[in-house]
């Protein structure tokens, strides 16, 4: 089945076209047939690109107002006689979308009806900053696409198997049961994806497994996988909590907020920007929210990039060692996203002097993993496996396309973890 993958953003349009089916799935043959995006929808250069394997990149420039002809555009081009891999826009047999937020109502991927669509509608107050714009592709799509299925992927389900005891904050309880102020975690679909494949790596049952996951990319969560199901993880009500990110704060003691709104004499609107654009890697260093270039300014000897990568490592190790407390043990830490696969300096300070909780790196392996490859970078009798699994999060959207319309799609809700309304 060939399914289209879509992942829209405020004024960006992510695709992939998938082939998948059951048993792709079982023999990890599903392959991407094409990738690309549309870029500053709004504006007179609005710009899509597709890659399809073995082909030069395709490129075009061109105004591109709403999400809706972003798009048409795109199925235009993939159903275009030279550029295209479609014979025709009819060969998509389904359609996965990225949904952020799905809130307290989603446990797991769901074909899309009138309403799951009202229902993602309620989100859009737990994640204005995405949902909305989620929803205006789903829209968008369901229009273009008519007689296909659609099914929606959230960043929030495979969480929502956490315990209140990790997912209530303290605070007053009202606010959870009046708003939904609680921890819901995201990446999910990167968290779940990079476990079964450490397990299938490992090659032991997942269910007999306890692994951390350390998703690093421009953002940064963990997660404690419990024998398949998430107990913790750190990202909260927002993507803000838990690790050193790009341009995020990651952990900080709340008090610290009013405290500067008064006496920096900041409004709400740049606090928020101070917290998710201005902190992080980029706040601490002063040089970049981009890890080569802190790894680059490190070596060359600049004292608050070092600072800002070690900061970054320590948060990692801190939360290895809340999980495995957690889990009461661990057996694997897998490490994913553009950071977690491609940076052997932060893998070997984030696990480093972990001797007591089973971690052995075999530094050799850490430092010369294939791009790309799953690999194991732990030493043959490490009690602790430490894997690198590239992640591949439209492939887990395609996947649960296909499992949620073949009636095989696990659900992740939990029953009795429901704190008490
Ligand atoms: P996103 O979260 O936007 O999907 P990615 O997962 O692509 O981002 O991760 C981007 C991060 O990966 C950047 O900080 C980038 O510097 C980092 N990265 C990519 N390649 C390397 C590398 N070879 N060494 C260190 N960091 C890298």
Request: hydrophobic share 40%; glycine share 10%; with cysteine.
């Amino acid at each position: 089945m060939k399914v289209l993958v879509l992942n829209c953003g405020s004024s960006s349009v992510k695709f992939q076209v998938i082939e998948t089916s059951l048993d792709m799935i079982e023999a990890d043959t599903d392959r991407t047939l094409a990738r690309g995006g549309v870029e500053k929808i709004g504006l007179s250069d609005s710009r899509l690109a597709m890659e399809v394997p073995g082909r030069k990149p395709y490129q075009e420039i061109a105004e591109i107002l709403e999400h809706r002809a972003a798009v048409e555009r795109i199925l235009r081009v993939l159903a275009h006689p030279q550029q295209g891999v479609l014979s025709a826009a009819s060969e998509i047999e389904a359609v996965g979308h990225r949904m952020v937020h799905g809130g307290e109502k989603f446990a797991s991927s769901v074909l899309v009806t009138p309403e799951v669509e009202a229902m993602i509608e309620e989100c859009v107050v737990l994640a204005p900053l995405h949902n909305p714009h989620n929803l205006r592709g789903l829209v968008a799509a369901r229009s273009l696409l008519p007689n296909v299925p659609h099914v929606a992927v959230f960043d929030t389900a495979f969480h929502q198997s956490i315990p209140p005891r990790a997912f209530v904050y303290g605070l007053p309880y009202e606010l959870y049961t009046r708003h939904s102020i609680r921890r819901y975690g995201f990446h999910g679909t990167s968290h779940r994806f990079v476990s079964i494949r450490t397990a299938k790596l490992l090659g032991r049952p997942l269910e007999d497994l306890r692994i951390i996951t350390c998703h690093l990319g421009n953002g940064c969560s963990m997660a404690a996988v419990d024998r398949g199901r998430s107990v913790d993880t750190t990202m909260g009500f927002t993507p803000l909590e838990g690790l050193l990110m790009g341009t995020r704060s990651g952990d900080l003691d709340a008090a610290i907020l009013p405290w500067v709104m008064a006496m920096e004499e900041v409004t709400l609107a740049q606090l928020n920007a101070m917290l998710n654009k201005h902190s992080g890697l980029y706040g601490i260093s002063g040089v970049s929210s981009d890890m080569r270039e802190i790894e680059a300014a490190c070596k060359a000897g600049n004292k608050r990039a070092v600072l800002a990568f070690e900061i970054f490592c320590y948060r990692i190790k801190k939360y290895i060692g809340a999980y495995a407390a957690a889990m009461g043990g661990v057996d694997a830490v897998t490490f994913t996203g553009g950071i977690g696969e491609n940076s052997p300096l932060v893998r070997e300070q984030a696990v480093s002097g972990m001797e007591f909780l089973g971690i052995e790196l075999d530094q050799e392996a850490n430092r010369t993993t294939p791009r790309g490859k799953e690999t194991l970078i732990s030493r043959p009798g490490s009690r602790t496996a430490v894997a690198v699994i590239p992640t591949n999060e439209e492939r887990v959207i395609a996947r649960d396309t296909v499992r949620v319309l073949g009636g095989v799609m696990p659900s992740f809700s939990v029953p009795g973890n429901e704190a008490p309304r």
